[in-house]
Each structure stands twice: as structure tokens, then as C-alpha cells.
């Protein structure tokens, strides 16, 4: 049987004609209203170091769902990210991940690990998103509306062996992305208009200074400086490591999340037994240091990984799931602490610390704690699991704004100031730095409360009613909770002889759609909207393959026709005519059907 792939990416033509038309109709940019963008405070900076290069604020999204696709990168940017740790390739491009892959309610649990796209699909995505984030930083039009977005840094994230990413498929892959100038050349003759104007751009070659290295458990400390001299001599990039909560060891991860209420956690004691240990991680972080700067190069942590465990609540398959969300930031801030104050002198934390070890931090942020973090010196302090929670992309503009408006009173003008601000108060508290500050905190009451079990949502949605093909509640928490933008909500026709009950109809643009499963975690109907709702396909053969409510969608014939064309599988033959109504209605389907063909 020929595989299903799960993601179908969208041309570049059809991504960048959407936003053409999307901008004129809504003021809106792949679903994101201009609402939801971030606009940051000309009399602040933001700004920082990432990887040697300057970013305009630490916001990043970590590697993950949100880092797969083109329009999930541009989404996250314009919500005020400036910095993206691209999902994680390998050279296995091929995986199946178990579906539902994501349950996120309060806590994260997932089992998606890797990308979902081939290589060169991943490729693709990358530079398109890109590319477009270069266009769409020199729009006129969405300047007027962003202000200056600034500079942003896209990072390579890989795994999870030497002789991966040493294989011929990655090494060109990875060159690739150091210069890219065939494949934004074959990009630019498919920009539409009024983004044609661009086609002679001379966009950026060198699309990632560095790479962040995951490995899998049990993979030893030889082996993963191996691959770390492999991208500095191979590739000249800076590399980074991303560790593992599990160096704390079995004990202390047992006793910070019983000490948090977290008793319905179960530890995997095989990921503590296969894991690094933490002397040979701290040997690890002094060599890999010593080596970068012989050759010139930056090495740099990230703080952590996700937690293995055992089951989560049951819903996802598999004996082995992966924890995220506010227990994981307890865990790291503690390994953090501890990292700190066994390296002193060595990690970078802040920009006048004098340490050569950048540290960068991904584990349980939200809005409570994002200027926090940020005051410590970490960059970037990247997010996932928040945005996988309702507001989805728009939640990284609270986070922005809370660290804009305790600078303001503050009296401070700078990040840096913040920083240096935070660590003197917390010497004067007696702490060794903000870290060590933060650290503590979390072991007092008043500072540990928000990351306490029963402070945080583990719980599904009551359902009184079964989601149907047409006509549900519109909450419209599904399209806010995809990471893909696959959800869509359409105003129903008014006065529609089509006999939509509901104001909103929603429907799922399938091949952007990985079934992650998000969507019915929040969906206060019984079902999952991915699979229930209408699944609209660009692509013939995916439309062909495809098992649920699927509907072909593409270009009328002739001009003097309603823009859309809709083919209905044989289970919603029925359902044609109402959904061409839906699609061709005044705020119907944002797309462009000459972009279609």
C-alpha cells in the first residue's frame, strides 16, 4: 500500500497568495488576525545574542509542531518570535509517529519526536519560511502595521547519531541550509502577485549559523562530541546541546514532582539508567567548550528536553511519553541551578557575565514567567507547550508585553538592564545569581503555586453534545490549538439556502493537518474536529486516499464563475453544494483560486 504522508505542504504560491489576500480582505495572515501580531515598544530594546548573531527579543519557539511548516514559522513570528529551533531532522525521514501524537491541557504529553516531512521536504519548508519572513519584514503594508520587526535567527535542530547526521542526505541537507541560493532561486519564480516585485530580492544565502544536537537516550558522551566536532569542522556552524532533565537523576526528579502534587507521574527508570550522568555531562560541557573556542567556533546548552514517563494520562499510544509544561520548568530551573553552580565561571548568563557557555531554555514558559526567565540571561527562552493551549501563537505577545511593561516599571530601557537588574537583587538576596534566585523560589510556597498540581488544568472539556459535519458550538478553540493553522472557521452565508444553523461552520485544511489529536483535547463536543468537520484537500491524490468527510477543492473553469469548484467523496456526496456556498460566500475560503492551478 502506498504510504499516506501525514503533511502535505502547501506550494509557496498558494502560502504567499493567501497572505496577499488574506491582508487586503481581514487584515489577517494565515488565520493570525492583526490583533494577535506583536508590535514591540520603540523605546525599549529587546534585544540579544543568539548564537553570534542579534535577535530583537529572546521570544523563540522551540523545536517541535510549531517548527515544521512555512506558515506555522511565519505565524510564530508574527505573534513575536525572533527566534526558531526548526523541528528536529534526521536522517530516518520515513518514521510513523503514532496518532493521536499531542494531548496538551495544563501539562504536555506527546509522542512526536522527529519530523514527520522527508528531507527535502523539510528543506523546502525552511527556506520558504525564510524567504517569506524576509518579504514580509520589508512589506510596507505590515510595517506600517509591526513597526520594525527586527532581526530574527533560525536554528537547525538535528539528531540523533553521528552516523546520521554524518550520512550523505544530511551532510547535503545541512550544507544546504549554509547556502541556499539553488533552492531560493527555484522559490522565487513561484511568488505571486503582488509579492512578484520580490522575485529579484537578493534574499539571505546563509539561512542558520547553528544547530542545536539532540541525541537519543543511551547515546554515550564520545559519540555525541563526535557529532559536535562533525558540525563545527564539517559545516562551521555553532553548536548546541540540548540536555536532558533526567541529569538530575531518578531521587531528585521523584522528589521535585512529588513535592509539586505531581504523584500520578510514573518515572521510565530505563531513561535515568541509559542517560547521561551528570559528572560525565559536566566533562562533556567543559571539552565541548574547549573544543569550540579552539576552532573558533560557540558552544552552547539548552535547558531541557522533554521528560520521558511512563504512560502519561492514557490517551496517547505507547508505553513511552514525553512531559512538558509547567512540572518540566521546575525540573529545569533546578538542573540549571545545579549546572550553575558546578561550572562556576563557565556558563554565560547574561551579557556581562564572563562565562564563554551561552545557555538557552525551553521547558514550561508561559506569560506568569516569561520575564522571569528572560532576567536570568537566558536566550532564547523558547515556548511550545503554552502555545498548544487556547490563543495558540497569540499567547506569545502577552509574554512580550508582561517583560515591556516590567522594564517600563522598571525604569529600564534595555534587556540588559533587566538582567543585570535581576541578578544584583538577587545577590543582595543572598542568591549566587537570578538563576540560583529562581531556583529557590520555586521551593517556597508562594513561588511554587503555579506549577502545583492541582494549580494546573489536567482535565478534558466537558461534553454534552457530538460533534457533527456542520453547525457546532464555534467556540473555535480547535483553530486556535493547532499548531498547523489546519483548523478554519468561515462565516456561514447569511441568508444561506443551505440551512447552516450556526453564525461560524469550521473546517479542516487536511494537508496541514499531522492529526495530533490537540483539537479534541479542547473541543467541548464529543469527537475530534480534524476528523469530523469537512477535510478539505488541494491535492487529488491526498482527496483520493483520504478516509473521513473529504472534498477535493480547486479553480472554477471559467471567470464568470464562483472562484471554487468542490468534489465531495462518496460518504458526503450530499454535501457539495453547501460547502461550495460556504467557500464562495464574501468571507468564504482565504485563498486565491488562480493560485490553485
Known amino acids: 500500500m502506498t504510504r499516506v504522508p501525514p503533511l502535505t505542504p502547501w506550494p509557496l504560491r498558494v502560502l504567499a497568495g493567501r497572505c496577499a489576500r488574506e491582508w487586503a480582505r481581514d487584515r489577517a495572515l494565515l488565520g493570525l488576525p492583526s490583533r494577535s501580531f506583536f508590535r514591540a515598544d520603540p523605546a525599549l530594546d529587546l534585544s540579544c545574542e543568539i548564537g553570534g548573531a542579534r535577535a530583537a527579543n529572546p521570544a523563540g519557539i522551540a523545536a517541535g509542531p510549531h517548527t515544521q511548516l512555512a506558515g506555522n514559522i511565519v505565524r510564530g513570528w508574527l505573534a513575536g518570535a525572533r527566534s526558531f529551533e526548526l523541528k528536529t531532522v534526521q536522517a530516518l525521514d520515513a518514521i510513523e509517529i503514532p496518532r493521536p501524537c499531542i494531548e496538551v491541557d495544563g501539562l504536555g504529553y506527546n509522542v512526536e519526536w522527529s519530523q514527520e516531512l522527508s528531507l527535502d521536504e523539510s528543506l523546502r519548508e525552511y527556506v520558504t519560511a525564510a524567504m517569506l519572513l524576509e518579504i514580509l519584514g520589508g512589506w510596507p503594508e505590515l510595517r506600517a502595521e509591526l513597526g520594525d520587526p527586527g532581526p530574527h535567527v533560525l536554528e537547525l535542530s538535528v539528531g540523533y547519531d553521528l552516523a546520521g547526521v554524518a550520512s550523505p542526505r544530511m551532510r547535503d541537507f545541512i550544507a544546504t541550509l549554509c547556502d541556499a541560493g539553488a533552492v531560493l532561486d527555484g522559490l522565487r519564480r513561484e511568488l505571486p502577485p503582488p509579492l512578484d516585485v520580490w522575485r529579484e530580492h537578493p534574499f539571505r544565502r546563509r539561512l542558520v549559523g547553528g544547530a542545536t544536537l539532540s541525541t537519543f537516550h543511551g547515546c554515550p558522551p564520545s559519540e555525541v562530541a563526535s557529532i559536535v566536532r562533525h558540525l563545527m569542522e564539517v559545516h562551521d556552524l555553532d553548536v548546541t546541546i540540548k540536555l536532558n532533565p533526567t541529569l538530575l537523576g531518578e531521587r531528585r526528579v521523584e522528589a521535585i514532582l512529588r513535592d509539586l502534587g505531581y504523584e500520578d507521574i510514573a518515572l521510565e527508570p530505563a531513561a535515568f539508567a541509559e542517560d547521561l550522568a551528570l559528572d560525565a555531562a559536566l566533562d562533556l560541557i567543559r571539552g565541548l567548550d574547549a573544543l569550540a573556542r579552539a576552532r573558533g567556533r560557540r558552544f552552547g546548552i539548552k535547558l531541557t528536553n522533554t521528560l520521558v514517563v511512563r504512560g502519561g494520562r492514557g490517551r496517547l499510544p505507547g508505553r513511552r511519553v514525553y512531559l512538558s509544561g509547567p512540572p518540566l520548568h521546575a525540573l529545569a530551573v533546578a538542573l540549571l541551578d545545579e549546572l550553575a553552580g558546578r561550572l562556576p565561571g563557565l556558563l554565560r548568563l547574561g551579557p556581562a557575565d564572563e562565562g564563554t557557555v551561552p545557555v538557552a531554555f525551553s521547558a514550561g514558559v508561559g506569560r506568569g514567567n516569561f520575564a522571569v526567565v528572560a532576567g536570568i540571561g537566558l536566550a532564547p527562552v523558547t515556548v511550545c507547550t503554552d502555545l498548544l493551549h487556547p490563543g ?65 488544568q489536567t482535565g478534558r472539556r466537558a461534553r454534552d453534545a ?43 485544511l487536511a494537508e496541514l493537518c499531522n492529526a495530533c489529536g490537540n483539537c479534541e483535547t479542547f473541543c467541548p463536543e464529543e469527537g475530534a474536529p480534524f476528523a469530523v468537520k469537512p477535510r478539505l484537500f488541494l ?6 486516499a483520504d478516509a473521513g468527510p473529504a472534498f477535493h477543492v480547486g479553480p472554477s473553469p471559467g471567470t464568470t464563475e464562483p472562484p471554487f469548484v468542490v468534489t465531495a467523496a462518496a460518504a458526503v456526496a450530499g454535501e457539495a453544494g453547501r460547502l461550495a456556498a460556504l467557500l464562495n460566500g464574501p468571507q468564504g475560503l482565504p485563498l486565491r483560486a488562480e493560485d490553485l492551478t
Open 466 to 508: 457530538r460533534l457533527a459535519l456542520w453547525d457546532c458550538s464555534a467556540c473555535n478553540l480547535c483553530e486556535s490549538v493547532c499548531p498547523n493553522g489546519a483548523m478554519l472557521s468561515l462565516p456561514s452565508p447569511a441568508e444561506s439556502a443551505e440551512g447552516f444553523a450556526a453564525k461560524h461552520q469550521l473546517v479542516c
Open 392 to 456: 495558540g501563537y497569540g499567547r506569545l505577545g502577552g509574554m512580550l508585553r508582561s517583560l515591556q511593561r516590567q522594564l517600563r516599571a522598571a525604569g529600564l530601557a534595555t534587556l540588559n538592564e533587566w538582567v543585570a537588574l535581576r541578578h544584583a537583587a538577587a545577590r543582595a538576596a543572598g542568591h549566587r545569581d537570578a538563576a540560583a534566585a529562581h531556583a529557590a523560589s520555586l521551593t517556597s510556597p508562594a513561588g511554587a503555586a503555579p506549577y502545583r498540581r492541582e494549580n494546573v
Open 539 to 544: 491535492d487529488r491524490a491526498r482527496f483520493a
